[in-house]
């Protein structure tokens, strides 16, 4: 179809890379720990390449045109809530919603505030507290408390802008967990497992003049609708159930980063 012909997307097309695989989610160590936190089988990246320039400010018609494309239909894998299985969207999008999620972080130092802050112990334990509910999920430690309860004196810890960081929300998805997540009594396998997930997903390189490391990924928070309402990335909304577009500018390439909330695999 020529551009700018009626039912023209903006011209982007798209091809599934299935040759991509994301190690950070199928080491021993994650998996194990995926089990732990009720998120094995229900968490998956995918990557597809794209053939023309990305531009931010077109991010609509990006991911309109996502959905849409012959190769990704196919290809783009959702969880099915009645059978647990991997399968395809099945549906036609209607219409998207995708919002910025800012990526700017570099290091893992972010988080070394949850020290300074009582939060977590010098030896790397979680500072315990009395359990109260923020629904659905238990606060049962000084970190869910950081992450869930806006009336605590610890949540500003992290600043809203800081919360908005793609860093931030992959570490709180991790921490939070699935239905029937058994949490971490130290902080170490939150952090390491949030740094082998965003360094998979998201692209850095050097900047030739200044010679300092930049992000070059643009991340989206992507949701979608059919004709009956949101079909992607589930039917049900939840906290824990996401879908985040990673875009490389550079290689061409969108990596699909999803995740629906329930009971992961067990053995």
């Given at each position: 179809m020529a551009a700018g012909e009626p039912g023209d997307l903006g011209g982007y097309y798209f091809r599934y890379l299935?040759?991509?695989?994301?190690q950070s989610l199928s080491t021993p160590e994650t998996t194990s720990r995926l089990r732990q936190w009720s998120m094995l089988g229900r968490i998956k990246a995918q990557a597809f390449g794209f053939?023309?320039?990305?531009?931010?400010?077109?991010k609509d018609d990006f991911v309109m045109a996502f959905f849409?494309?012959?190769?990704?239909?196919?290809?783009?894998?959702?969880?099915?809530?009645?059978?647990?299985?991997?399968?395809?969207?099945?549906t036609e999008v209607k219409k998207i919603e995708a919002i910025n999620v800012p990526c700017?972080?570099?290091?893992?130092?972010?988080?070394?505030?949850?020290?300074?802050?009582?939060?977590?112990?010098?030896n790397g334990h979680i500072v315990k507290c009395l359990d109260s509910f923020c629904d659905p999920f238990l606060?049962?430690?000084?970190?869910?408390k950081v992450l869930l309860a806006?009336?605590?004196?610890?949540?500003?810890?992290?600043?809203?802008?800081?919360?908005?960081?793609?860093?931030?929300?992959?570490f709180k998805h991790l921490c939070l967990g699935g239905a029937l997540c058994q949490y971490e009594?130290?902080?170490?396998?939150?952090?390491?497992?949030?740094?082998?997930?965003?360094?998979?997903?998201?692209?850095?390189?050097?900047?030739?003049?200044?010679?300092?490391?930049?992000?070059?990924?643009?991340?989206?928070?992507?949701?979608?609708?059919?004709?009956?309402?949101?079909?992607?990335?589930?039917?049900?909304?939840?906290?824990?159930?996401?879908?985040?577009?990673?875009?490389?500018?550079?290689?061409?390439?969108?990596?699909?980063?999803?995740h629906c909330y329930g009971v992961g695999e067990m053995s």
């Open positions: 299935p040759q991509k695989t994301f053939d023309q320039t990305f531009q931010a400010y077109r849409k494309d012959p190769n990704v239909i196919p290809n783009l894998k959702v969880l099915s809530e009645s059978s647990r299985q991997w399968i395809t969207l099945g700017t972080q570099l290091s893992m130092s972010f988080f070394d505030r949850l020290y300074d802050e009582d939060i977590v112990r010098d606060i049962s430690d000084e970190l869910r806006e009336d605590s004196e610890k949540y500003e810890v992290f600043s809203q802008p800081d919360r908005e960081e793609f860093l931030f929300r992959l009594d130290v902080l170490d396998p939150y952090l390491e497992t949030t740094k082998l997930i965003y360094k998979d997903l998201v692209s850095v390189r050097k900047d030739p003049q200044t010679k300092k490391i930049q992000i070059i990924s643009s991340v989206f928070k992507v949701t979608a609708y059919d004709s009956a309402g949101v079909c992607y990335p589930s039917t049900k909304s939840h906290e824990q159930t996401f879908s985040y577009f990673i875009v490389d500018r550079v290689k061409r390439h969108v990596h699909v980063f999803y």
